[in-house]
């Protein structure tokens, strides 16, 4: 579902060094992928590249058959929004709107009727096991509550593809790891491939399989990193 053959990707600067250097992925409908990096190995780059947020220099990038580097701006924030989705750590819910409003709000902006929003909303947080939450804010919420509802929200539109971009803030405490939990199961019901970039072996591990991004390439886990 998402081919990724030599793609480049370097940013001007002092250094002007090539963050993504012919990198190569292939990640099949409902596969589940880790990339294990350390800080500045182009993990935040890669996603962003994925997602169509970001344009690659060179290479190509395929999601469901489509070229997105020949794709309007128009066409890729549309096929962005169809077809992904995201998690990233400072991806807040709205405070002043309920959890059910907060999965279902997206949904809406993308002309989904309300009731329709709102019975998908439903029906995730009765799958994060908190469905008599609905109505809650997130001031009433525990932070675990919160990010689960964080990650149930990315599956709101049942994308193809869901980009996580450590999500737990690469500190593996039991919450995070309930977290990971939540996106694996979401990614299996959903049958939506997945992408999680950490810095945490432990995080990976929650994944199918590990890969680690050095040196702007990807390349299989080997037992360690670094
Ligand atoms: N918008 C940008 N402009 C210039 N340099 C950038 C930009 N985004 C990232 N970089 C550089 O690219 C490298 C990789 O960054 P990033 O993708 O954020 O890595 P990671 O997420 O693994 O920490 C870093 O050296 C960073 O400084
Ligand atoms: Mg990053």
Redesign the pocket.
Known sequence: MLQVTGVCKS???P?G?K?LDNLNLSIHPGEYVAIL??????????L?VLGGLVRADSGSIVIEGTEIGILSDHDLTSLRRRRIGFIFQAFHLLPHLSAGLNIALPLQLDGVPRTEALQRAQELMDQIGLGDRMLALPSELSHTHIQRISVARAFAHKPALVLA??PTGGMESEMGLKMLQVLREQLKLNHTSGIL?T?SLEAARTADQILV?ENGQLSPFQGQIG
């Open positions: 940013f001007a600067g250094q060094q963050v990096g350390i800080t500045h190995s182009g993990k935040s780059t890669l962003n971009d450590e970039v810095c991004l």
